[in-house]
């Protein structure tokens, strides 16, 4: 397909040109994929772990007991996709259910042995290539782009886009 570049005028007033290379949801969205793409590369060959997985798993490494409902708002994960992802790690034997004394359509997820075992691997992984995808900041910045994102978050909230 070929594109017809725009013309170098100037937009009349009115008329709203958008830039997608320069549009900040855009480059947040690739940003985002780029950078969780590069990390389940990380862990999708060596443990068998898709990004949902890796996410159900590292949330219940984190919190060592979670329902499957407070992974997904905790993980922003939709409820089918929690559901298959804790299926095939209680199916691989990573993860298993609790029942919830106070709520018995309600189980607990917890890590087994074995998904301690890859929960304890993964995560200096994940931390180092964390620090990698930063290693070329200057000293502050990170703590910059830290506070920036809360604050994008927290106006996303605002405005109806995010918990």
Known sequence: ???????SAAPAPG???LTLAGFLPYRLNVAAAAVSEGLA?????????????WRVLATV??????TATA?????HMGKVKVSRAAAALE???????EPNPQDLREAFLVLTPDGEAVYREIVPLALAYA???TADFRPGEEATLNRLIDVLLRRAGEMGGGD
């Open 1 to 7: 397909m070929h594109l017809k570049p725009k013309s």
């Open 41 to 53: 590369r990380l862990y999708a060959t060596r443990f068998r772990l898709g990004i949902p997985e």
């Open 131 to 133: 620090r990698s995808l």
């Open 15 to 17: 008329d709203a040109t």
């Open 91 to 97: 199916g691989r034997g990573l993860i298993r259910r």
């Open 61 to 66: 490494g984190e919190f060592r007991s979670m």
């Open 71 to 75: 992974i997904g708002l905790h993980a």
